[in-house]
């Protein structure tokens, strides 16, 4: 486990407040282009999402995955589906973790999602906010 503000602490915060998260997300745009546009959500699998179907392999569980998200998007709205995604973010790498950070602190995703402020404004000081710093604006562990 990482030490105090380590990334550790980045999945144990995502776990703590993905209920939270997933509230304040009540259309999945802009946040779910942006995670596929800094490749917390893989390109190729964003651009396969769809209505079409395909074969179902271990290898494409990410897939079928997101397409049981949009499926329970339609079914029983966004917020249940952007937990069933945050759930599945916490199964990924550090660095999948921290890049979702600092997409969803982003500018433009504060402003449109304002109930993510308070959860900014809290985020932990040691921390640098995103945009600072590193290019996903939290410093590199070394």
Request: charged share 25%; hydrophobic share 35%.
């Amino acid at each position: 486990m990482a030490g105090p503000g380590g990334d550790g602490d980045l999945r144990q915060l995502l776990k703590l407040h993905r209920t939270e998260i997933a509230m304040a997300v009540d259309d999945v745009f802009p946040l779910l282009h942006g995670l596929a546009d800094h490749d917390v959500v893989p390109e190729h699998v964003f651009k396969g999402l769809g209505p079409a179907g395909g074969t179902r392999t271990r290898a494409h569980g990410w897939w079928w995955h997101r397409q049981e998200t949009l499926s329970q998007t339609e079914r029983e709205g966004s917020h249940r589906a952007f937990h069933a995604l945050l759930t599945w973010l916490l199964g990924r790498d550090v660095t999948a973790v921290r890049d979702f950070w600092a997409v969803l602190f982003k500018d433009y995703n504060l402003e449109r999602y304002t109930r993510l402020r308070p959860l900014h404004s809290a985020f932990p000081k040691g921390r640098q906010r995103p945009g600072a710093g590193t290019p996903g604006g939290f410093p590199q562990q070394g």
